[in-house]
């Protein structure tokens, strides 16, 4: 997971690591398991435009980690996820507990997956990466149909029959409701997947390239330029210092889907193979375009590549990927203070206050950059020089600096300039006449600055002067109480506080009074308008609307209507009704159930046809 970025995989954010246990936290999706979605849609299946984009999402997340050299080896329905609530959300790949890494040409033999999904060359036990793509195609005639072409799925089918299903390879499209108004593109590109011979099994890359969803992408396609700002903003991005790349790149892993929504379409402009990474080809191709149509005048494919190159924080690295795309179009996000924070926090991992270089060390490895360590310190040292930090360290305030791409001016002593205005923040604390440093009391502490010095944002707080120490309130609503204590004689914050506490209690008593003689007048107005009210009404007669029923509940129009209905059916003809609505569904009377991830039943050498999923309790004496 560590190795796995892109838009349509769950995100791992940290790992921590205990005595007896290693705790993975992983990116929040909200949006709930496919299985549960697809149980919540109309005749419990998706329609064909709705599975298309689906079938699309999932195809470039599985041949994105098969180019990782990672194979799934367990997809199914539970194992994606929805980002959110939204009907238009994008799917998460999930659970890797059961995947492997893999040469081109390994074979593998362990038996592992879900029996619903799990390909025909995992049962016979010599199998490739194509094991997912097979899983796939049962995805997609779930979401089309929303039920398992060869049953495993909750179903009442023993595994035996589910195993022997899956190895001879049969499945139909029925019922025939369902299947009639599916297109001959989508089965055709079923029957392509669910080949029990993987060679001749589709590719993840034929499966993407299929009639079936590059009409559905052609229906739905839009613009292919870019956004002019976005444009704008990789242009820019490779004039920034490598340090500032960096923390995009950080900054980037602290945005959620709503910040990056409008972002992710630009992406898709660029991934136009599907592979879940943007090649230089492919930049180029839309760069190209976008600027010659546009307002920038054209780019050479010379400034394309160095955009290209400056994309790639990790220069081993021959594609772009998803979060380094984030990073070079940070302007183009809802970047918040939050997302700041979190930034340097992931860091600064000790929460020591500052990054150094041994922050950045850990972050991007002795491998992360050309020249490893001295490129590093090189890099860290330039950031130095432009923040002018202090003591080697990063402060949260050179952060801000740096990731706005502005320098701090050398810092100087303005002790001599009494005209000087001191920096928004910069209040300091002053010791006073009787030599005592007074720290903050409640809402008022001392600070050494004049009336006079106000700026514009300071006005609506009350400031005095106490003998060159100050008191510096909250708002001034008891404004004239604060000038009679400031212009006093010299009082110590305490006393200063409690004179404020006695006029606030005083003003507050005076409402609650008020309010108390208000209601009483109230209730008295209320009861000499009801007693002249009750002079002139008829006896009998409620004061108050009262809701009465027009018709009586059991001789209603409506009772008498179902009851019509109810006498002239025929219960044969009820019967095939619900016959006929059961298989629109998709799942007659069947109930679709979770399966977990064990073949050991479905393995099991077994000849009787009593054999089913169903699990016996195991007591203690079978134990």
């Not at 050309?370 to 020089?385: P, S, V, W, Y």
């Not at 949260?396 to 100087?412: N, V």
């Amino acid at each position: 997971m560590c190795q796995l970025d892109h838009p349509n995989i769950v995100r791992l954010e940290e790992v921590y690591e205990s005595n007896n246990g290693i705790y993975l936290v992983q990116e929040l999706c909200l949006g709930g398991e496919l299985f549960d979605r697809l149980d919540e849609q109309p005749d419990y299946h998706y329609t064909e435009q709705q599975c298309a984009r689906l079938v699309k999402e999932m195809l470039s997340a599985v041949r994105y980690i098969h180019s990782k050299g990672i194979v799934h080896r367990d997809l199914k329905l539970e194992n994606f996820l929805f980002s959110t609530r939204e009907k238009d959300s994008e799917l998460k790949m999930i659970d890797f507990g059961l995947s492997k890494h893999f040469n081109i040409g390994e074979m593998h033999c362990e038996a592992v997956g879900t029996p619903y999904t799990v390909a025909p060359e995992v049962i016979s036990g010599r199998y490739d990466e194509r094991c997912d793509v097979w899983a796939i195609g049962v995805i997609t005639y779930l979401l089309l149909s929303g039920d398992s072409p060869f049953g495993g799925c909750g179903g009442p089918e023993p595994l035996h029959v589910v195993k022997n299903n899956i190895l001879d390879g049969k499945f139909s499209f029925e019922p025939v409701e369902i299947w009639g108004e599916v297109t001959s593109d989508a089965k055709n590109f079923i029957k392509n997947i669910l080949v029990t011979d993987p060679i001749k099994r589709f590719t993840v890359k034929q499966a993407q390239g299929s009639v079936w969803l590059t009409s559905y992408k052609e229906g739905n396609k839009t613009s292919t330029h870019l956004n002019p700002n976005v444009v704008n903003a990789l242009v820019s991005f490779k004039e920034y210092s490598e340090m500032r790349k960096l923390l995009c790149e950080v900054l980037s892993f602290t945005l959620i889907p709503e910040q990056i929504q409008d972002l992710r379409k630009e992406f898709e402009k660029m991934d136009t193979d599907g592979s879940g990474e943007i090649t230089l080809q492919a930049l180029k191709k839309v760069l190209l375009k976008t600027a010659v149509s546009g307002n920038l005048g054209g780019l050479t494919e010379e400034e394309v590549e160095d955009i290209f190159n400056a994309m790639r924080v990790r220069k081993s690295d021959a594609t772009i990927q998803w979060h380094e795309f984030i990073a070079a179009g940070l302007s183009q996000c809802k970047v918040d203070d939050r997302n700041l924070q979190l930034a340097f926090d992931r860091m600064d991992s000790e929460h020591k206050g500052y990054i150094n270089l041994d922050n950045v060390m850990d972050l991007l490895g002795s491998n992360g950059v050309e020249n490893g360590r001295d490129a590093i310190q090189m890099m860290f040292e330039d950031c130095l020089k432009s923040c002018n930090a202090e003591n080697a360290r990063i402060t949260y305030d050179d952060f801000l600096l740096l990731m706005k791409g502005q320098t701090r001016e050398p810092h100087k002593s303005d002790n001599n300039d009494i005209n000087k205005k001191p920096r928004s923040g910069s209040w300091k604390l002053k010791k006073t006449q009787d030599n005592h440093t007074h720290e903050p009391v409640g809402h008022y502490f001392r600070c050494s600055k004049s009336v006079n010095d106000l700026d514009n944002d300071d006005k609506g707080f009350g400031f005095g002067q106490v003998n060159e120490t100050f008191v510096v309130g909250q708002k001034n609503e008891f404004f004239n109480e604060e000038k009679k204590i400031i212009n006093g004689p010299k009082v110590t914050p305490l006393i200063a506080n409690s004179s404020v506490y006695r006029a606030n209690r005083e003003f507050r008593l005076n409402v609650l009074e008020a309010s108390k003689r208000f209601e009483e007048m109230q209730q008295q107005r209320m009861a000499k308008n009801g007693s002249n009210d009750n002079q002139s009404r008829p006896k009998n007669v409620s004061p108050y609307l009262v809701l009465r029923h027009g018709l009586n509940k059991e001789n209603s129009d409506v009772e008498q209507f179902l009851n019509k209905i109810r006498e002239t059916q025929n219960p044969d003809e009820q019967e095939k009704r619900l016959s006929r609505a059961q298989s629109r569904s998709g799942r007659g009377n069947r109930v679709r159930d979770k399966v977990v991830s064990d073949l050991a039943g479905m393995m099991l050498p077994c000849s009787s046809p009593t054999f089913s999923t169903q699990l016996t309790p195991v007591t203690e004496d079978k134990k």
